[in-house]
């Protein structure tokens, strides 16, 4: 087993030293994009394609987070594409983190809201018709007590 396990470590050792070129053979009016891995590399054409970031993308077109994108429709916000006229809210967790019409949306506190709104305990609410104060907790403890004692505390 220890023989098997020293062959793989040194053909492992001996690629890693070793310098491997990667030939292709393109077109004379194509160009050659390497990849990150060779599988990877490809030839492109050079009227209506280019290379940018190992991707091969239109010619007017650009890479964000190894996608590419126009970007006359979208934008790259710290490494995602969202609508020209949109922001991005990042989320405490990046699943959460999402793009949001600039229009009508605004990110709080990691919330997207309504372009009015405001955010207390980590929800969106209208300020024209509730306002954020410690009564929400008065108010958990009077339901807890009207359940426990049956009548109104606090009145």
């Known amino acids: 087993m220890y023989q098997h396990l020293f062959f793989v470590l040194t053909i492992i050792w001996f690629l890693s030293s070793v310098d491997i070129v990667v030939s292709a053979l393109c077109g004379i009016n194509q160009g050659y994009c390497e990849g990150y891995v060779s599988y990877f590399s490809k030839c492109y054409d050079l009227k209506t394609q280019q290379c940018i970031e190992n991707n091969?993308?239109?010619?007017?077109?650009?890479?964000?987070?190894?996608?590419?994108?126009?970007p006359k429709q979208k934008q790259c916000i710290k490494g995602y594409l969202c609508g020209v006229n949109q922001g991005y809210c990042e989320g405490y967790i990046s699943?959460?983190?999402?793009?949001?019409?600039?229009?009508?949306?605004?990110?709080?506190?990691?919330?997207?809201?309504?372009?009015?709104?405001?955010?207390?305990?980590?929800?969106?609410?209208?300020?024209?018709?509730y306002k954020c104060t410690r009564a929400i907790y008065l108010r958990q403890l009077q339901q807890v007590l009207r359940r426990r004692f049956g009548k109104k505390p606090f009145q």
Not at 56 to 70: A, H, M, P
Not at 103 to 129: A, F, R
Request: charged fraction near 20%; proline fraction near 2%.
């Open 56 to 70: 091969i993308c239109g010619i007017n077109e650009e890479v964000c987070n190894g996608q590419c994108y126009d």
């Open 95 to 129: 699943y959460f983190s999402k793009c949001y019409d600039l229009k009508t949306q605004q990110c709080i506190e990691n919330n997207i809201c309504g372009i009015n709104e405001k955010v207390c305990n980590g929800k969106c609410y209208d300020p024209t018709q």
